[in-house]
């Protein structure tokens, strides 16, 4: 029978890049910049509560490591260090295999070292904590938002609750639209290489992954601002629009784009990094000093919406 | 229904010490001390794998983090911060309150901060990344073993195993020997205290997790030795010696105590600190250039034993 080891060996112990000491002792030993702060974050995927059962195990390694980049971009540090704990009932290594190439070929894509963690038998969990480095003070807190500051997103917006809900014949897509609905829920992109330079010309940002009205919902509150969206700004697919299935681009969890504001006098910064990282930026709103979400139409109506996102326990 | 946010909020978000931003954002943000080293480990556990179905809440919150701070320590470093993530089947209040009343017991008692993770709905899995500092290349690795070092260990070996036994009615221990034994599986103590003076002193360290052979077998793979160890001279129950039960001190799990090897010259050193942080510790044998280990009784003559210790696919 395979050991813990032996797994271990076979599909995890890659070299590292940055890293003094990878896996393999009782813990790893990393280095952070001087002048540099760590920035750190925890994410824990369950089989048939944030992943179908069915899922491909290779786009599975990708996402868990994606929806953990995604956080560390959102404070606009850099990611550098990962480990990874899995439960899984028995050690298949055709899955193991698959699902270790998956989050290397993230982890190479975004130069992340794989640095430790843990595997044991149980149901499949995998548990991810990211570490990222960003100069001192220099990190894109939620509570940060300043009134009259623009609301930009990046990418589109309800791609992937679409693709779940395509997938669990909820809805109808065309084959292409459905192909592309269910990448954005499998083989999300984190925007690491935006999230690096907002930084400088964002006040506040934050990753959407319970939903847009929920995770703006946290950058008002401990910002102590509010917010009003122009529904029509908010890029997504035009079977949205047509259909009117508006929550899946207000509501729907799992996109992994960067909400954040910033100063209108950034507009044409945040344009050119956004062209020079290849990154579709859109301006959807503004902070307001009202301390709520108010969205409205093109022609200035205000509409009301279900201010509910993903939350794993209601 | 409670909200994932909500469990945060009342059971785990306790002020922080040593942490620029702790828990509710997207990430937390930590600084290391100038000429200092991060180290990292991660465990994962697993119901019916790691701990029995009935267990204490509390005694599971302690233990989860107490066998992080046994990783940390063994590396001769101070664990000063920690991420959390648990996947649980319902939102269970007074589960949650014992388990983060356990939890934060350990994390006060040593010094450490809740950072971050994750709620979710699923089997019960609690995840754990720990960090700590160290001075710049001060840590104690499994590699660094010498010829002729002494083999230490700290407190006695088999306790939990035999804890574990009994609570499955493997084998019958006196009450009082029981609840010592259950106590040492439940609640088990990291030798945090000496594992930061023990970088001064040792030159390599493990901590004994998956049974005395394994992990010593780690030490000297990992440092190209051998290592004699002298049976009597293991710390261990009287219940061992008389009933032969050796494999318990052998190949037991879970003990959680610190497997070191240390120059000659500096016994009194180590007895001191030892004395100090009041915390037992024997001498139990000596490193060799063999690249096996050998066991040897009171007489000298060499013992055959079971090399496997605990591994979870195996």
Redesign the interface.
């Known amino acids: ?5 032996e ?1 271990i060996q076979r599909h995890f112990n890659k070299k590292t890049k940055h890293t ?2 990878g896996i ?9 910049q ?1 002048n540099y ?8 995927l ?2 048939n ?2 992943f179908l059962k069915k899922t491909d195990p290779s786009r599975l390694g990708w996402k868990s490591l994606a929806v953990n980049l995604s ?2 971009a ?2 606009g ?1 850099k990611a550098k ?1 990962v ?5 899984l009932p ?2 298949d290594q055709i899955w193991l295999k698959k699902f270790s190439q998956g989050f290397f070929r993230c982890a190479e894509k975004f130069g992340v070292d794989l ?9 499949l ?1 995998i ?1 991810i ?4 480095e ?1 100069a ?1 003070g220099q ?1 894109l ?3 940060a938002a300043k009134i009259n500051d623009d609301i930009w997103v990046t990418g589109q917006l309800g791609n992937a609750s679409m693709g779940l809900a395509s997938l669990q014949g909820k809805i109808k897509l065309t084959p292409p639209l459905k192909m592309k609905c269910v990448k954005a829920l499998e083989i999300p992109m984190p925007k690491v290489l935006l999230g690096v330079h907002l930084s400088k010309f964002a006040h506040s ?3 959407v992954s319970d939903g847009l009205i929920q995770d703006l919902g946290h950058i008002i509150k ?1 910002s102590k601002v509010g917010a009003t969206i122009f529904l029509n700004q908010i890029p997504c697919e035009d079977f949205i629009k047509t259909s009117k299935k508006y929550h899946f681009a207000l509501n729907g969890g799992d996109d992994y784009e960067l909400l954040f504001t910033a100063p209108v006098k950034n507009r044409t910064h945040i344009e050119k990094i956004a062209k020079e990282t290849n990154t579709q930026v859109n301006r959807i709103g503004i902070i307001s000093n009202q301390r709520s979400i108010k969205i409205v139409n093109e022609n200035g109506k205000l509409l009301s919406f279900n201010v509910k996102g993903f ?4």
Chains 1, 2 share one sequence.
């Open positions: 029978m395979t050991s813990e080891f797994i003094i000491l393999g002792d009782d813990a790893a030993i990393i280095k952070i001087k702060e760590l920035v750190v974050s925890s994410d824990m369950v089989e509560i944030h956080d560390i959102s404070m540090a260090w480990t990874l704990s899995i439960s028995k050690p640095i430790g963690g843990d595997t044991t038998k149980g149901p969990v548990s904590t990211i570490m990222g960003i001192k990190s807190l939620r509570s940002c934050i990753d401990n939350d794993h326990f209601a």
